[in-house]
């Protein structure tokens, strides 16, 4: 039992790090995350204006799906952190906005998920607060793409 902790501080984090920085898992992630929540919150904005189930359903799905892989876009970013990011000020707030994102997103998915069970329409303040969401999203895409490609 006293080997867990050491083992995993010394062995599993490193072992992770290493997988992360080599398979560029981070960058490869966030285009989920950037993709289905947009396409969510259009689905359902689009859904209800032309009142189209299939749109609905795609809302659902997609905002399902976000919300199962943006934690570990989230984990990922952690462990893709370098030593040039650290006090830089957009990197800060790109950190800290991405793992309140995870939380947000289980809020609005929670939300969401009730409105699918009744089989009803999204109301306007769902609609207001997942667009919301979806602005934060691209602004944190924009953040982590400024520290990248910023100075190439
Ligand atoms: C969950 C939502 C997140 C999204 C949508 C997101 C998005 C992005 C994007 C678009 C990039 C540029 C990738 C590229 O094309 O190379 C990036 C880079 C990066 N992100 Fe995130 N990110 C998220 C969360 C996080 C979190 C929680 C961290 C935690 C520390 C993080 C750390 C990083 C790092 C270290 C980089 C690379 C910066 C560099 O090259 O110096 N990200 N992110």
Redesign the pocket.
């Known amino acids: 039992m006293t080997t867990i902790e050491p083992t995993l501080g010394a062995v599993l984090i490193p072992a992770l790090k290493q997988f992360v920085m080599a398979t ?1 898992l ?2 490869i992630l ?1 285009n989920f ?2 993709a289905l929540i947009p396409v969510s919150v259009a689905s359902d904005i689009l859904g209800r204006i032309r009142k189209s189930e299939s749109l609905r359903h795609t809302a659902w799905w997609t905002l399902f799906y976000a919300t199962i892989i ?1 934690p570990f ?2 984990i990922s ?2 462990l ?3 030593h ?2 650290n006090g830089v000020t957009g ?1 800060t707030i ?2 800290w906005l ?2 309140a ?2 939380a947000l997103l289980f809020g609005l998915f929670a939300w969401r998920w009730n409105i699918h069970k009744r089989q009803q329409w999204p109301t306007w303040a769902y609609l207001i607060a997942s667009a919301i969401l979806a602005a934060i ?1 691209g602004f ?2 924009h ?3 400024e ?3 910023a100075n190439m």
Request: charged letters at 10%; aromatic letters at 12%; proline letters at 3%.
């Open positions: 560029k981070h960058p966030v995350t950037a943006t876009t989230a970013g952690w893709f952190w370098m040039d990011d990197m790109h950190k991405g793992t994102m995870v999203t944190q895409g953040l982590g793409g520290q990248v490609f």
